[in-house]
Nanobody, 126 residues
Framework: QVQVLESGGGSVQAGGSLRLSCVGS????????MGWFRQYPGKEREAVAS???????YYDDSVAGRFTISRDNTEDKVYLQMNNLKAEDTAVYYC????????????????????WGQGAQVTVST
């Protein structure tokens, strides 16, 4: 049963922008942490960005300054604005929700998240 659902993936040329959205059935509102992860073929899922209920956001160095995560608790949505996309951003992106300790690296730990979406493909061409 899908409990959070991503949308907004697609294809774009390098330098372009996409915005991913994630909607939950009360899950986002009730979760203290929302995260975006990505997975390359044959690789483990890795953290991209996370945002806590208090608004604190964390980014992987590979996307810092280009991606922005935001959440709207009233609409039960979380977003990932991706600008200046690069070919290496091509991956399947997953939305995740959970109760995650707010420490330097806890937000990166996949095991801390309870709810996962099915993923959205992002393809960046050069």
């Amino acid at each position: 049963q899908v409990q959070v659902l991503e949308s907004g993936g697609g294809s774009v040329q390098a330098g372009g922008s996409l915005r991913l959205s994630c909607v939950g059935s009360g899950i986002i509102y009730s979760s203290n942490c929302m995260g975006w992860f990505r997975q390359y073929p044959g690789k483990e899922r890795e953290a991209v960005a996370s945002i806590y209920r208090d608004g604190n956001a964390y980014y992987d160095d590979s996307v810092a300054g280009r991606f922005t995560i935001s959440r709207d608790n009233t609409e039960d949505k979380v977003y990932l604005q991706m600008n200046n996309l690069k070919a290496e951003d091509t991956a399947v992106y997953y939305c995740a929700a959970g109760w995650v300790a707010q420490t330097a690296n806890s937000w990166r730990d996949l095991n801390e998240y309870v709810y996962w979406g099915q993923g959205a493909q992002v393809t960046v061409s050069t």
